[in-house]
């Protein structure tokens, strides 16, 4: 942490700032330059807050240095984290897909989606039992039951399950039946729920919010990684700008940004990111060649009767061919498909 | 609902909308421009979702017409709500303020802050038992025990006390403690909170999400108020925008746009959108002028100790010229301080 | 400026960083903390660009310290700065309101509305002749002919001018006819143009860029001050962020902001923040209560029939009850009307 | 254009609006909800401000239908325009890359940069000799003098030139030696200028605002088609959002929004999106990927020393290495590089 005084810091100012440091068992670092007088403090910053010095007479701002998050830094493991799930790998030199419904809406509709995925390489389906909805009129999902249809197409087709969880009592059920628990993205902040899903042992597919930065997309991940929960995928789909001819604005580079401070798995969300599905194909190719780990993508037999989001699902035709892009796009980036 | 036709679409294409406006129960209305088709469709739209007409061939796009809100709306309620809770009223031509420091700490600390915000002229202590905190690292709050410190400095006092649950879980246990239950920025969108607030009682501090507009402030609420509660108090806290100057950028402009789209209250937090005390005056000077109907503002005997969010906490004695300016400001904009 | 070195730096990479900080004539100094290595560069940043030293191996990051902008900032001058324009004074303890239609559409509008809002307290009347609209099909002013209609207006009523200049090529037509030069918020960082306002007398209103921060803007200010203009005034106009309920987003902390850093005035735009005439009354309020030097406001005989931006236009009548409160809030923060 | 009445809107409300419409020389079409009425404006919406009825009384909101682009839109040209440069093409089924220093420093420096990046694939050379920086003490530019090195960077290498205009008054000089004449972000909406490079023949790299939407950038590329001048070229470089890891977010969706909408050609430009050379390649092969018509890159052979702009160059190595991947990548999508 570096503390920069004001310009008219007197003697005595610098001297209660040093003082402050020793106490709080730091030690300090000072130096003086032609305009401004700063103080390094050395140990472990983030077991102190920056509001201890900020406060402190004539300090004009405090400056973090380490970076907040541990547990899910590059400096704390150097390699890639691979997670396996039922002979999948996400992270490393794997690329993985999952796709399927917005929400569960029948059996009939999961199955038949469900087979169309894979047969076009999917390995994970995705589908929601509970929605949360900026709407309390919307469909919310048919929970407990959705998670049955959800349990049934997987032993039909051997699919991995990803399912949302939205509430914390809801954990035990979800986790019969999903092999990743998913967080969305306005929940990525939802403290008491990352808690408990780090007490538990499935791998969570963390959705960044959609004002979050990757700083803080990393702290939530940490959350989950202090409690004991290493198997932690980050999913980018769509950050909240200006602009509106997408739904939210896919922030590409998220993805070597996160490579480079963390070792944990990133994967894309298209269909979120655009919010129509003309733009999916074209996202999801970029987000292949950019070098995330696997994509996650809406896709819906019959996107105009879909319950939600059927805006932004794609046919399982079309999705057979974007798989059929995507995997040209992976071998050049050196990744293989599962 | 308005429809949208692309510059191209057949006859048939429009035919095609027409029949699926009536399946859905709906009626269409037809009008044809010099470039482009439009049809209209006439019924309560909040049951429907846009995806069904986007979808279908040759629709460029889909325009929602009624706000998506209903009981929240100033159509539905005329005249504002006042919320009176032991004796303070908020709403309507009152004005009222809830002070204390962002954290309960101590027994000592929060009884010596309660007694002078009261003093300067404050109605509600405010003090955080459950933290929610970016970091795992930094401090969570004491929990049950800072419950047990304001229920102590209530009876001491007589101010009535607004206080943050973060899990569905500890609603039974905040509720005996607090007059108003606040939901946190970060849970605005957690539904399943929302969900259970409804089917409750107490009132509730409904704070902006820093990502989310106001009309999805004004959906939370619905959420709320659908369930049987109707006691809902908004309070804008800053958005995230790419100012860096203060912690969050203060939307002042949401407190009239409130007051022309809904009877709720709405209050200001002045402290979490500067994020340094040397602004936090002159804005809750600004957010009494504008109209709001009260202001949030953390106080802390000592600032540069406190456990939490110290650099944007003010004085007692800060604190107290504040409120002697903000009631000037009160009385030529028409209110009453409580 | 603070070299942040990666965890890994060796012993040859640090002394590297030091070689180069002595090549370039500053001093250096070390700090070695317990993860990280920090080496300070101790001269006047601002004659070096960070990438010198971010493109070194293994440095992490590059951390400037200083406020990059020198003869706007409240260290180099102290008090207020006041800018008097034919009597009127802007900044310090006085509080100047500016008012008039967006464009000048014709002689008989033009003094109309200068006559209404001069009696309702208005110093300067504002009008634009040359107008920078975002559609090549937009009305674009009246050009040399608006300037004559102002010029005229100015006779008739004394009021003193703001009118926008666009290219750099009409400065000495505009400064003929306006005390004041208005720089539009999407010119903020046209340097040329900035340049050559820096180069002639006339005072400078300089609007903030809708995506520009307090910090460019103060350096846009510099841009004018360095080369001899001392006179600049500052307009906050709203920012753009996701909230579509007003055209931009009112960042009425900039005020208190730039009142800390800078000792130019600062005034306040309602109208284009607002974007609706409807908001405008609210927002100047909070704006005359936050601590602005003054008010920017668009007053139009009949909105309805405006050219130009008539949606955020307010009547007379209604700028004249405007004033009325302003009036009262103005006193209570200590200012006083021109 | 669609004008939404007030719920409580009377009968002669309704009539006003439909007989200003009528006077205005539109035809209305009249629909009535269940709890709104809506009008239609049938007729060119772009000659008429949306003001004219949003201020008419019991006017709720005013929806505009059409795009407010013409020569732009993709209406209006269905095939992709292909602009051709000396040989080289831009837009269609082409690939091409611009390279080279940021700022022209040296002719040695320049006409080294320039042989290896066109020894790597390239065939533009870009370098600024004019640039627009946010503070007055950062270098510049050469001007003149660099406009002299490009001529003889162009003369020794045969690649294109691409530099950037600033002021009206430098295009005559700066059209002597560019081929492509490039509006620096901050320009694109200086409509003086963009008038101006309407009235000459040179084809304009118009780069998108930090802060400006997809449909303004098309407006602005507007403003020179109805000048006249159809060779226009548009680049996204990064819009400004709340995330700081990068310098600015590339919103890689701009491609397939501007190619659903508009036949013009669009660029990327990984450099200013990222701001750190350690992301410019993931990002260029992103925007490769995603369909864009080339790429324009910062290369300079010693970026530790580059006088503008260093963190974001890449090496002449780095740069071949790039072009590599990206060739497998435009293949793959079914585009040639130039």
Chains 1, 2, 3, 4 share one sequence.
Do not use: W
């Amino acid at each position: 942490m570096i503390i920069v005084m004001r310009s008219d810091a007197t003697e005595s100012q610098v001297k209660n700032v040093i003082d402050t440091i020793d106490k709080l068992g730091f030690k300090s670092h000072l130096s003086k330059g032609e305009e401004t007088t700063i103080i390094g403090v050395i140990g472990d910053e983030r077991r102190v807050d920056a509001s201890h010095f900020q406060l402190l007479p004539a300090v004009e701002r405090v400056i973090p240095i380490l970076k907040p998050y541990k547990l899910a830094s590059r400096d704390f493991r150097k390699q890639d984290t691979v997670i396996r799930i039922n002979g999948t790998n996400i992270g490393g030199t794997f690329f993985c897909v999952m796709a399927g419904p917005c929400a569960v809406e029948s059996y009939e509709q999961t199955l038949s989606i469900a087979k169309k995925v894979k047969a076009a390489g999917a390995s994970v389906l995705r589908g929601g039992a509970f929605k949360p909805r900026t709407s309390p009129y919307s469909f919310q999902g048919l929970g407990k039951e959705g998670l049955q249809i959800l349990l049934s197409a997987k032993k039909e087709t051997g699919l991995s399950i990803v399912t949302e969880v939205m509430a914390e009592d809801d954990i035990p059920i979800v986790s019969e039946v999903a092999d990743i628990i998913q967080v969305g993205a306005r929940n990525m902040q939802n403290f008491s729920l990352l808690d408990k899903l780090g007490r538990q042992k499935k791998p969570v597919l963390l959705k960044r919010g959609m004002m979050s930065t990757v700083e803080e997309l990393l702290l939530s991940a940490e959350y989950i990684l202090t409690r004991g929960n290493s198997s932690v995928i980050l999913c980018e789909r769509g950050i909240r700008t200006f602009e509106r001819s997408t739904r939210n604005t896919l922030d590409i580079s998220a993805v070597p940004v996160v490579k480079r401070f963390s070792h944990l798995p990133i994967i894309i969300d298209p269909s979120h990111a655009a919010g129509m599905s003309e733009y999916v194909m074209s996202l999801a190719i970029a987000g292949a060649a950019v070098g995330a780990d696997g994509l996650i993508i809406e896709v819906h037999n019959q996107p105009e009767d879909a319950l939600c989001d059927g805006q932004q699902s794609i046919t399982p035709d079309r999705f057979a061919e974007l798989m059929r892009e995507v995997n040209g796009i992976v071998k050049i980036v050196g990744k293989n498909l599962n």
